[in-house]
Each structure stands twice: as C-alpha cells, then as structure tokens.
C-alpha cells in the first residue's frame, strides 16, 4: 500500500520564517502536511496571530487563552499545552536569524481524515507555529486610511462558533478584495441584518462626544485581544466605553473612528465610502488611546524584561 499522499512546500514564500509542525522544526521546505488534512480540505482549523516587542510575545496568554477557545468552540480536542513552549521557541530562532522583531502565526488543524465531513474519525490534530520577520508598517497609516462597507458573510456566523478564529477566511477574502477595488485599505463588514460589525481583519470603533463605541461581541463578531486593551486604556483616560449596535448611519455622525489589530495596534479611520469622518484626519481620542495602547505594551515588555533579568540571576546563584 502507497504512502499517504503529502502536501510539500518547494520554497518558503516567507524570507527568514521558522517553523514548527507539531513542535519539530525543519526547513519550510521540507515541512509537510497530509492533503487530506481537514484544514487544508474543509478550513476545519483555528488560528491566532501575534507579534513581539523587542522579542516579547505580546499579550501570548490571552491568545493562547483565545485559541483554546476557538478549539473549543469547534468540538475540536487538541493537546496545545506545548504550543507556549513552542511559541517562544520559534520566537528565538526567528530572533537568531536576524529578525528584530517577528510576526507569529499559531495554527490548530483537526488533522487528517476522510473525505466527508463527519469530524469523528479524526484522532490526531496537528499544531502549526509559524514565526517570521515583521515588516514595518507603512508611516501612512498614522494620518489615517479609509474604508469601505462590505456585505459579508463569514464561515462561521450564525453557528454556536460565530466568535471562532477560524481559517475559513474565504468571506474575509472577498471583503478585502471589494474594499481594494474601491480604493480603500480594509473592509467594514456588515452584516445581512444591516448592523455595523468589524472590519475584515481587524476591531472597529467609533467616537461620539468623547464616548467610545463598539459594536457589542454578542454579534459575533471575534473579542479581539487589542479590542479588550482599548476597553481598559479608555478607562484609565477616563473615556466612557460603550458596546452598542451600530448601523451605516451612525458612521457620518462619528467624531472619529479607528481600527485596532495586534499587528497595526491603533490606526486611524478617517473616510468610510468616500466620506470624511469627523473632521477627515485622526481625531484627539484616537490619538490619546494610541499613546495609551504604546504604554501598556512598553510595560508589558520591561515586566517580561525583568522577570527574565530575575531568572537568570537566580540560575547564576
């Protein structure tokens, strides 16, 4: 009987990516997966996406805590107690290679199985670790970008696994697609019903009055990490933080408007459709909450730092 059949990168598409599959480490080139893995064939598989701070994984807890969930979410039953290990792992070696600083990429795939969609004969999920060098954001995203309303539907709204990070990202995709063909940087879904929900890959936020709003998580839409540090920034500024349903027309009576992402932190929305929000240019809460968000991370890496510092002179006593 033949080998099963296996899917085999040629080249790494990536320039200085490490990884790691089920926590073995080999060149890209010679990582495989079965093709009849489910996450290749059905987009059955979860994923999170991180970055670091001078070699901190940033907030890593809260999205490995954010992946158990979403294999939750799924009935998916899968050993990621190594992926902390394996994380940072990664993260060295991207670090050793030359890497400032590097985006990583957690992937859990119910593994391989036959070509129906019953799960129940897959026994043996697989865990992807991708870490790779972060490439500066454009300097344009601080005067703001625009974006545009995008009716999607997503592979998982209206299941029980709505707020799942799943890589079925098809209706992401062709959000994004739609949103640069009409000249803007990302897409704000909306839903059927016509709610506001976020953008296609990131957390959406408007400011009225001095108040920040947001659509509320019980639409489906992903707790984003970042969006959960904006929640907690507002009210150390003292910022009145709202999750309410919002619809297109909220989004010209807006003062500001901004989206949030692990890897873009803060950026500034300034048109939506072709229309200014506000005053067309980042607004002063924006901007406070963007200096507040830098703070947070630049605390969280001095507490990594001396935590590490205090480790090390203990292992040297």
């Known amino acids: 009987m033949s080998a099963t059949p296996l899917v085999r990168a040629a080249a790494s598409p990536v320039t ?3 990884v790691l599959l089920d926590g073995r480490e080999l060149p890209p080139s ?3 997966i079965s093709i009849f893995d489910r996450g290749f064939l059905f987009g059955d598989a979860v994923f999170e996406v991180l970055r670091t701070y001078e070699g ?5 807890v809260e999205h490995l805590q954010r992946l158990a969930s979403s294999c939750a979410l799924l009935g998916l039953d899968a050993p990621i107690d190594h992926l902390p290990s394996e994380l940072f792992t990664a993260v060295r070696r991207c670090r050793a290679e030359g890497a400032a600083d590097c985006y990583v990429r957690l992937v859990v795939t119910r593994g391989e199985g036959p070509l129906h969609l019953d799960p129940t004969p897959c026994r043996t999920p697989r865990r992807l670790v991708i870490a790779s060098p972060l490439l500066p954001l454009p300097a344009s995203l601080a005067s703001g970008v625009a974006m545009a309303t995008v009716r999607a539907h997503r592979a998982a709204d209206g299941t029980e696994a709505s707020a799942a990070k799943v890589t079925a990202y098809v209706g992401n995709l062709l959000a994004y697609v ?3 063909r009409r000249g803007a940087y990302e897409a704000l879904l909306i839903a059927d019903t016509g709610e506001v929900l976020e953008g296609h890959s990131s957390s959406f936020f408007v400011v009225r009055g001095g108040r920040v709003e947001t659509p509320p998580a019980s639409m489906g839409i992903l707790p984003g990490i970042t969006r959960a540090m904006i929640a907690r920034a507002a009210a150390r500024l003292a910022l009145p933080f709202v999750e309410r349903v919002l619809v297109p027309s909220d989004l010209h009576r807006a003062d500001e408007a901004f989206l949030t992402s692990s ?3 803060v950026v500034p929305v300034v048109r939506i459709d072709g229309v200014p929000v506000g005053a067309g240019a980042p607004g002063p809460v924006t901007l406070a909450l963007t200096a507040a968000y830098r703070e947070v991370v ?3 890496v001095r507490a990594a730092e001396d935590a590490a510092s205090r480790v090390a002179g203990t ?3």
């Not at 901190?56 to 890593?60: E, N, S």
């Open 16 to 18: 200085g990516a490490i």
């Open 30 to 32: 010679e990582q495989v």
């Open 56 to 60: 901190v994984p940033f907030a890593h």
């Open 178 to 180: 739609e949103a640069r």
């Open 263 to 265: 890897l873009r932190e």
């Open 298 to 300: 630049r605390s969280a």
């Open 315 to 317: 292992g040297s006593g």
